[in-house]
């Protein structure tokens, strides 16, 4: 199986029989794993997986309760991060942690250098490593005028200013625009090539084509298959990943993943042929000013017609949130109107909205869609609690009833429906927001903005069967993601937003793709 | 049926539970440590304890007056709890059983109500005074929803106020100070008539126990149902774990954030009512004597649980009466008891981390 060569080179480093467990839980399990030196070994899986884990023990942040490891031929076992930093393991976290107004350099420097700052030769430095790997990067820049692309850069420069052995990415891609993500893992490549061993985490099977070496796949928190050629056996990696037939998942959500090139057809699902009599949801002008006077959303209108999914795409910070939040009645608007048939619901509040027929499924799920310390029942018919109550008291048997149906309906798994809400997976916890947003007595318009972020693949597959079928039951849907490919295999029509403008919109078929990423990055069509 | 008895087991193994178990040995602790400093200051650790005990049990007065304090800790505390839920956190205690006490007195000498039949005498000031700690609450209530501004600060700066008003009020013959006949006339309130002050339970004066027991524990009882029980209360959490989702679901924040403090507030000032109508008689400067803090510490103490509140309230209200005759009788300062007090809360506190995030 082995490439010959590479059984000459000793690995770098070595895990054996390595299991973590947080308290019943066991995160990882009996997983053995070496990493050779100048390869980009990928680690595959699904969200619980252990993938985040894995990592944390190579770098020291957990300390395995069972099993060994050895770096360099040595055993290594780091007490926290800064021993895997000395012994040459540099991480780059999902989670950045810059400085926001302080410069590049000033970033870089932060913790690397006691006594004297001299900026001027790490500037010389960083501009050197920058261009070894190709890219740019002015050190004199504001973090916070940055980009999100160019933000980890400064993340990945931090790390590689140390000069790794081992150099570890969780989930790297996550927040990158289509062009990002190809400059990334071209300097994955670069830097494995200089002879440090990358470790990229990802779910996402088109990264593996690109970039990766070799790839380990996690499930459960076991290793359940290894590749040393993985772009010709990324059948095999996906069946294992997800434990199923790639042929029997969801094509959307295949499609997003990347695993097959998202097809015209859109899942079964036929596009409207023809103009609606009437739009269901019409956005005339809308525009945000925040409290510093920046505008946050341009003259955005759009209208959507009953039983049409029409996604928004852009990188994130460019008006999602502020579109999402006025629509859903969290935010009022600086000027605009917007109406759900004849009626006008600009101004009205999250109670009204709700009442009116819009259904919310919020970005942030933890913040705007559930109150994690309450109870599943709770948290699904939080909206509407007072359908349970004879005077002023809570129907407890009845409501557990409704959300026992609920669960069964939208395969929310939870012990109970009395547990804690933040006992659920993200999956579940999300099958639930979407429950009670869906079965609206009256659902007009859903509003779903990064359904399916930190999903695994089967509750992907089933957020998008849902949202169709609200839309096959003639909800107007708008689909705010930042996954261009999410929106090319969901949405009918696709709108990019750019600075809080709509720079253009365009069907959604995957031949639009490059100029949808054109207009991603402010390119006018 | 089955639900009852199923909920008396709970609560009976709820009595037994290892929280409650570490909380009688913080206390224990406290206690044993309190003993130690007594006999570090020279004093007849015998005496002392005898003087304790004399003045908490010892006759069927000092019983009745601990638990007219217990009373006021325990409402405050209510208060506390409820705001709590909504994650406020009200420290206008004090400020409300001031103003309560304020209102009550002067409804109950200038309001006319003397007169009139089946307890208005005394049932009219009550309200006064729960009306005035809800109106002194709300100010915050109002000032966190329009401006923003944090409910520890706002409250506490009203109860500073609240305190300086009550001694203008008792200063000044214009507003409550009793008619200035000599230059000896002591700045206080003139006393209140009879028909006003609170029915005792027993009717008799040496087991002074008024009729503030029996509405303190109805107004517990209410309390934990509809905390526990109603969707208000489940709104009310819903607000305090996360405003935001809570509002997303149509949860109005406002009204929650001030129902919540406006209830606290009614509950002080009832409090500050009972103490003047069914104890004090006569409003003073200092009337309130750090009964709102008391209160704020058993509602911090009980970690959210009404049941919880009421313990920590007797606990209290005990332990100050027996401070006081320690003092009295054995020379041990009242600041020792407070000593105590303060060993109590940072033994319990610490228990709690031992206890973990358990609500009790």
Known sequence: MRDPTRTLVEPLLVLQGVTKRFDSLVALSDASLDIMPGEVHCILGENGAGKSTLCNLIFGVHVPDDGAMRFRGESYRPSGPSDALTSGIAMVHQHFSLVHDMTVVDNVI?????????????????????????????????????????????????????????????????????????????????????????????????????????????????????????????????????????????????????????????????????????????????????????????????????????????????????????????????????????????????????AAGIGVVPEDRHTVGCVVEMSVAENMFLNRLEDFTSFGFLRRKELMQAARELMTRFDVRAVSPEVAFSALSGGNQQKAVLAREITLPKLLFLLAAQPTRGLDVGAVAAVYGHIRAACQDGAAVLLISSELDELIAVADRIVVLYRGRIMGSCAADPRERERIGAMMAGQAP | MTDTMASVTKSLHGVLRPSVMISVAAVLAAALLGVALIFAMGVSVLDA?????????????????????????????????????????????????AMGGIAATAVALYGHVAGLPAGLPFLIPLLAAAIAGLLWASVAGVLKIKAGTNEVISTLLLSFIAVWFLYWCVQSPELLRKPMTSSATLPESLEIPDPTKLPLLTGDYSFPLHIGLPVTVIIAIIAAIVLAKTVFGLQLRAVGFNPIAASRAGISYSRMVLVSLAAAGALGGLAGGFMLLGDQYVLKDGFSSGYGFDGLVAGLLARGSVMGVIAAALLFGFLRSGGINMEMVAGVPTALVMVIQGLIVVTLAGAAFFIGGRRT
């Not at chain 1, 570890?168 to 440090?196: F, H, K, Q, Y």
């Not at chain 1, 088109?206 to 459960?220: P, S, Y």
């Not at chain 1, 590749?227 to 095999?236: C, K, L, N």
Request: proline content about 4%; hydrophobic content about 45%.
């Open chain 2, 49 to 97: 304890v005898a003087a304790f005990v004399d003045g908490t049990i010892g006759t069927p007065y000092a019983v009745a007056a601990s638990i007219n304090r217990s009373i006021a800790f325990a409402l405050v505390g209510i208060g506390f709890v409820i705001g709590n839920r909504a994650n406020l956190v009200n420290v206008g205690g004090e400020g409300q059983i």
């Open chain 1, 110 to 354: 932060l913790g690397q250098q006691s006594g004297f700052v001299k900026t001027g030769v790490w500037a010389r430095r960083l501009e050197r490593l920058a261009n070894d790997y190709g890219f740019a990067l002015d050190p004199y820049a504001k973090i916070e005028d940055l980009s999100v692309g160019e933000r980890q850069r400064v993340e990945i420069v931090k790390c590689l200013i140390r000069e790794p052995r081992l150099f570890l990415l969780d989930e790297p891609t996550a927040v990158l625009l289509p062009d990002e993500i190809a400059a990334l893992l071209n300097v994955c490549r670069r830097v494995a090539e200089s002879g440090c061993a990358v470790v990229l985490v990802t779910h996402k099977l088109a990264e593996i084509k690109k970039a990766a070496d070799r790839v380990t796949v996690l499930r459960g928190g076991r290793v359940v298959a290894r590749s040393d050629r993985p772009a010709e056996e990324i059948d095999a990696l996906v069946r294992a990943m997800i434990q199923g037939d790639v042929k029997s998942l969801d094509k959307s959500a295949a499609s997003a993943l990347g695993v097959v090139e998202a097809g015209s057809d859109h899942a079964g699902q036929p596009a409207p042929t023809e103009t609606p009599a009437q739009e269901a949801v019409q956005i005339d002008g809308l525009s945000v000013i925040d409290g510093q006077g920046v505008t946050r959303l341009d003259n955005f209108t759009l209208s959507i017609g009953p039983g049409e999914i029409v996604g928004v795409a852009g990188v994130e910070g460019n008006g999602q949130s502020e579109l999402a939040a006025v629509l859903s009645g969290m935010a009022v608007s600086s000027r605009g109107r917007i109406f759900l048939g004849d009626i006008e619901t600009t101004h009205l509040g999250p109670k009204e909205i709700t």
